[in-house]
């Protein structure tokens, strides 16, 4: 064999590595497969005194073998393996018809349609407290203070007032949970706001000022604009908080349907292979609605003129 012959395969490798989409998902993939080895070493030693106390309870003969072998496939594991949640979740996604109550399908779209309402509540309520904020000095003084401060309680103690008092109105049903939602994700949307609206600098508004442009051209024009980014990257932190408040509605409230009334249901029956495989189909869901998100943020900057 020559030294060329031995060149060759180096040098495709060092190509292969210099390859664009090498260089972009190389470090994702070490990352996930870097998590997925702590996984299981996890997974290995919180199940492993599960498993042996079964087998001795049993008085089964056993060996290490049988017990590791145990640990990956446990019943009712503390830590379920990453193959028993990846099987739950395609068994729950492919096995049953899209809205048989077992399905997550099912109780995906359940817990969707609560997010994508309080998502639109939410942002609608946080750009109208930026523009407030941005042309009243008084409001930015009295307002941003308390939107701040709306946050510093956790929503799971606040879901359960809510509730109460929103069902004493006579409100069930898909509102309550979308008004939590929206009672999250305004906020990101309305502090990333005020900061585009006065990203601008002072020169351009003082230019606009020297051309008589009212406010209502003067937002139109220069501000809008200017905040478009800023929106975007906030709508991306909201809708992934108003699936967050979706869930969390769901808990109080004893919900048949639903991501959270699936993490109940693992919860209270000791079915923690379900209820990781519930948590995986929340974050597939908000991984496709920030995708979403992305591709409607692309499409608006190339209206706009960006490359």
């Excluded at 040098?11 to 996930?32: C, F, G, M």
């Excluded at 948590?279 to 190339?302: D, H």
Aim: proline letters at 7%.
């Amino acid at each position: 064999m020559t030294s060329s012959s031995l060149a060759l395969p180096v040098r495709t490798t060092a190509t292969l590595a210099r390859h664009p989409l090498a260089e972009r998902y190389a470090p994702l993939a070490t990352t996930i497969l870097a998590l997925i080895a702590i996984w299981y070493v996890a997974a290995l030693a919180m199940n492993w005194t599960l498993v042996r106390d079964g087998f001795e309870r049993e008085e089964t003969p056993y060996t290490v073998t049988d017990i590791l072998s145990g640990t990956m496939s446990a019943e009712r594991p503390l830590l379920p393996a990453p193959h028993q949640v990846v099987a739950a979740f395609l068994d729950g996604v492919f096995g049953y018809p899209p809205m048989a109550p077992r399905s997550l399908v099912y109780h995906s779209l359940v817990t969707l349609s609560a997010t994508l309402l309080g998502f639109v509540l939410g942002a609608l309520f946080g750009i109208l407290l930026a523009l407030m904020i941005v042309h009243s000095r008084v409001l930015e003084r009295s307002l941003l203070p308390w939107i701040i401060c709306s946050q510093m309680v956790p929503v799971l103690a606040l879901a359960p007032i809510f509730i109460v008092v929103l069902g004493a109105l006579g409100l069930h049903g898909l509102l309550p949970k979308s008004i939590i939602s929206a009672y999250l994700s305004f906020f990101p949307v309305a502090i990333g706001m005020v900061k585009g609206f006065t990203s601008p600098d002072p020169l351009q508004i003082e230019l606009m000022r020297t051309w008589s442009a009212s406010q209502r051209q003067m937002l139109r024009k220069l501000r809008w604009p200017a905040a478009i980014p800023y929106l975007f990257t906030s709508l991306k932190v909201a809708i992934t908080i108003s699936l967050v408040g979706a869930i969390v509605a769901e808990l109080p409230t004893g919900a048949e349907a639903g991501i959270g009334a699936r993490l109940l249901a693992g919860s209270y029956y000791g079915q923690t292979v379900q209820l990781w495989a519930a948590l995986v189909a929340s974050a597939v869901l908000s991984s496709g609605l920030i995708g979403l998100v992305g591709l409607v943020e692309r499409g608006v900057a190339r209206r706009m003129g960006a490359h």
